[in-house]
């Protein structure tokens, strides 16, 4: 059983750039979250997609934006990177929609300068 | 906007002690989740309690739940230096809302 990854591992952008993360779930789960985690805080949660649609988001502003493909890897985009988007991103993969046990990847760490 | 808090923000214990956390949180739930994060990584589910339960047990760790006073508490039993990590409670409805963490340090 492969768990939860997530490429890149590290990230330097630019203010104004765009970026993309990936996520890759662990095998059987059809339902993934992405989180924001700045440093020395918790995760913050952004949105959760479950057989391809957004099933679920927090409070941050459209140009977080996601897909979810049909095997069920995923993509996290920010468009127009600010300085306060310098985070380490984690997403996590669960067998059910909702508020269930999640499995987290390693996370990648952006940096916006 | 995160829902839980965690109390103590840090806590630094001997090998062999028990460690307890704190979790306050401020709306209804459907479960409260304990996670564990070492440096910076992936966060490793620990126990999920549901809203109608009290207690829940998993190897040394216990957690309790008191939904009327909206809190939770983790306790760690005979503590080993390779727990020394950030705990997070996370309080679920529709999704999942994280506290800030305790950060444990057992020295040995």
């Known amino acids: 059983e492969t768990g939860v990854t997530q490429s890149p591992t590290h990230l330097i952008k630019t203010r104004g750039q765009q970026v993309t993360l990936r996520c890759s779930s662990q095998s059987g789960h059809n339902t993934v979250s992405w989180y924001q985690q700045a440093l020395g805080q918790g995760p913050q949660f952004i949105f959760q997609y479950y057989r391809e649609e957004e099933n679920g988001r927090g409070n941050f502003p459209p140009r977080f934006s996601g897909l979810q493909f049909p095997n069920y890897s995923s993509e996290l985009n920010v468009n127009a990177l600010e300085l306060d988007d310098s985070a380490l991103y984690l997403c996590a993969s669960s067998l059910r929609t909702g508020a269930y046990e999640q499995y987290f990847g390693p996370g990648t760490r952006l940096t916006v300068t | 906007s995160q829902q839980g808090e965690e109390d103590p923000q840090a806590l630094s214990i001997q090998e062999g002690e028990n460690a307890t956390m704190n979790c306050s949180y401020k709306t209804s739930i459907n479960n409260l989740q304990w996670y564990r994060q070492n440096s910076g990584r992936g966060l490793v589910h620990l126990i999920l309690?549901?809203?109608?339960?009290r207690e829940k047990h998993s190897g040394r760790l216990r957690v309790t739940l008191d939904t009327s006073k909206k809190s939770s508490s983790l306790l760690i039993t005979a503590s080993r230096a390779a727990d020394t990590a950030s705990y997070f409670c996370?309080?679920?409805?529709?999704?999942?809302?994280f506290g800030a963490g305790t950060r444990l340090t057992v020295k040995p």
């Open positions: 996370a309080t679920a409805w529709n999704d999942m809302r």
């Open positions: 309690i549901r809203s109608n339960e």
